[in-house]
């Protein structure tokens, strides 16, 4: 069973349409991550969230955090061929130090 | 700032030699750095955790007399893959986290694309 439970894994889109990326887990997290990658690249760090219903905005990009800290949201608006890519929320547990658990990334294309 | 290096970013060796991959934090200095593989299409697996001047820390089911981790300063960590076979074939990234306890944050290097012949 995934620690971080990511959907959808694949999304295809058009140009201008929005689209929400989930992840959720059973556990608490003290923090959760979401990166950007791109083929034969490391993944990009796009936003931290630490606070139980913190909103962060990047952009066009609108991340959540969840009230109870299991869960976190990334919404996009208005989404631009330059977006496809694999999304991937990371958390660190309370009980886990500085490690960090994937989901297993959500594949993102924009059609033009 | 918080840029991660790694070297080579491209290696083909043959089947049963071994292959060094360097992980550098070049803005800052990282006690901790992680080092993952990733498959085609799928997400990151933690392979090990390392912390400076101590025994990396291997999750379950990785060898750690096969993927030799040294992190012998607070700006470099190398990844050695021993014995390479083709099932060793893969993407190979590390990371870096800072001194700030506070800070979760990890910071990725560029990968490492291995292929074993």
């Known amino acids: 069973t995934q620690l971080l439970e990511q959907s959808p894994q694949f999304l295809s889109i058009q140009e201008g349409e929005n689209l929400t990326v989930y992840c959720n887990s059973s556990?608490?997290?003290?923090?959760l991550q979401w990166y950007r990658q791109e083929p034969g690249e490391g993944p990009v760090l796009l936003v931290t969230v630490v606070t139980g219903g913190e909103v962060k905005k990047l952009k066009r990009l609108t991340f959540q955090f969840g009230d109870a800290r299991k869960d976190s949201s990334l919404h996009i608006t208005a989404a631009q061929p330059g977006d496809t890519g694999l999304y991937l929320c990371?958390?660190?547990?309370?009980?886990?130090?500085?490690?960090?658990?994937f989901g297993e990334g959500t594949q993102l294309t924009v059609n033009p | 700032g918080a840029v991660v290096s790694q070297h080579p970013s491209r290696v083909i060796c043959k089947s049963g030699t071994s292959v060094k991959i360097e992980c550098r934090s070049l803005d800052f200095q990282a006690t901790t750095m992680f080092w993952y593989r990733q498959f085609p299409k799928q997400s990151l697996m933690l392979m090990a955790t390392s912390n400076e001047g101590s025994k990396a820390t291997y999750e379950q089911g990785v060898e750690k007399d096969k993927f030799l981790i040294n992190h012998a300063s607070l700006t470099l960590s190398t990844l050695t893959v021993t014995s390479a076979h083709p099932e060793d074939s893969s993407f190979y990234i590390c990371?870096?986290?800072?001194?700030?306890?506070?800070?979760?944050?990890?910071?990725f290097g560029p990968g490492t694309r291995l292929t074993v012949t």
């Open positions: 990371s870096a986290r800072g001194g700030n306890p506070s800070s979760y944050e990890q910071y």
């Open positions: 990371a958390g660190t547990e309370e009980t886990s130090g500085s490690r960090l658990t």
């Open positions: 556990s608490v997290f003290s923090s």
